[in-house]
T-cell receptor, first 119, second 116 residues
Framework: AQKVTQAQTEISVVEKEDVTLDCVYE???????LFWYKQPPSGELVFLIR??????QNEISGRYSWNFQKSTSSFNFTITASQVVDSAVYFC????????????????FGQGTILTVHP | DSGVTQTPKHLITATGQRVTLRCSPR?????VYWYQQSLDQGLQFLIQ???????AKGNILERFSAQQFPDLHSELNLSSLELGDSALYFC???????????????FGDGTRLSIL
């Protein structure tokens, strides 16, 4: 069975600090997809990024960057120069890709990390 | 705006009652997913429909059922409600002719269900 673990329940930083959110996953599939979602205080879930299991190239998008390491089954998310508006719950999620399986397409979420950025 | 519409935004009802949550997917999306978010269980997958047919089931209670209609909107029916069913229910949809796990699911704003 697939599993996603976000060991950090809550993180508190001061504005302009860099912060890294950890995500470790378990899956028996060789092909899978990893996602990060953001849930601001207003409650909606916002898609941030997707990464394929066969593409370990790290990615930077503005102040966001993602570090995918298959060898350690980790997909960490870093926010550089954090801002108050980054305060939210961040979820890491896993989707398996084996066609015909009962879990095809569904997302397995971690428990989420509550990030609070203080001014 | 994700393009996924969920109604109602809030629902307050009593134990033993039945409610229906509605979801309209993004234009062009054929797959609809339902998730439940509660404090003790986190975000849990309930059920998935693709083009009108049930595709996958998660930890969905027998008291819960769903369907997807020909116009692709979906409804989640919750019956014999219990206090523990109080949660935020999300609908998500994904793009493509067939549900593909690499396609991001875009979520609606959720329906907050409170059981009194």
């Amino acid at each position: 069975a697939q599993k996603v673990t976000q060991a950090q329940t809550e993180i508190s930083v001061v504005e302009k600090e860099d912060v890294t959110l950890d995500c470790v996953y378990e899956t028996r599939d060789t092909t899978y997809y990893l996602f990060w979602y953001k849930q601001p205080p207003s409650g909606e879930l916002v898609f941030l990024i997707r990464r394929n299991s066969f593409d370990e190239q790290n990615e930077i998008s503005g102040r966001y960057s993602w570090n995918f390491q298959k060898s350690t089954s980790s997909f960490n998310f870093t926010i550089t120069a954090s801002q108050v508006v980054d305060s939210a719950v961040y979820f890491c999620a896993l989707s398996e890709a084996e066609a015909g399986g009962t879990s095809y397409g569904k997302l397995t979420f971690g428990q989420g990390t509550i990030l609070t950025v203080h001014p | 705006d994700s393009g996924v519409t969920q109604t109602p935004k809030h629902l307050i009802t009593a134990t033993g009652q039945r409610v229906t949550l509605r979801c309209s997917p993004r234009s062009g999306d054929l797959s609809v997913y339902w998730y439940q978010q509660s404090l003790d269980q986190g975000l849990q997958f309930l059920i998935q429909y693709y083009n009108g047919e049930e595709r996958a089931k998660g930890n969905i209670l027998e008291r819960f059922s769903a369907q997807q209609f020909p116009d692709l909107h979906s409804e989640l029916n919750l019956s014999s409600l219990e206090l523990g069913d109080s949660a935020l229910y999300f609908c998500a949809s994904s793009v493509g002719e067939e549900s593909r796990p690499d396609q991001p699911q875009h979520f609606g704003d959720g329906t907050r269900l409170s059981i009194l």
